[in-house]
């Protein structure tokens, strides 16, 4: 069974820096894309920045250019890297991901279980 597992998540005062990582793992033939998403409470979820095998990236116009996304295709592990943390960056952070497993011939999105950053003094 295919698993996403979020860490780095944590309190941190604004103008702070975290860095995310989300690593898949089971049986994966490939990865099409990664992506990190987060939600905050009474908000919809939202997308804060994506990378597929090629390394292309897409992100969210509130990052403003503070946070990176970047992968290590051999480790099945995404990274975001979080700079300049404000208040409102406060949310649930979920790790995404499009694969195909082993045996299987189309894709499917999978989810993490969540990791929790707060921004505040």
């Known amino acids: 069974q295919v698993q996403l597992v979020e860490s780095g998540g944590a309190l941190v005062q604004p103008g702070g820096s975290l860095r995310l990582t989300c690593a898949a793992s089971?049986?994966?033939?490939?990865?099409?894309?990664m992506a990190w998403y987060r939600q905050a409470p009474g908000k919809e979820r939202e997308l804060v920045a994506q990378?597929?095998?090629?390394?292309?990236?897409n992100y969210a116009d509130f990052v403003k250019g503070r946070f990176t996304i970047s992968s290590d295709n051999a480790k099945n592990t995404v990274y975001l890297q979080m700079n300049s943390l404000k208040p409102e960056d406060t949310a649930t952070y979920y790790c995404?991901?499009?694969?195909?497993?082993?045996?299987?011939?189309?894709?499917?999105?999978?989810w993490g279980q969540g990791t929790q950053v707060t921004v505040s003094s």
């Open positions: 995404n991901a499009n694969i195909r497993r082993i045996s299987y011939i189309t894709n499917r999105s999978y």
């Open positions: 089971g049986s994966i033939y490939s990865i099409a894309a």
């Open positions: 990378i597929d095998s090629g390394g292309s990236t």
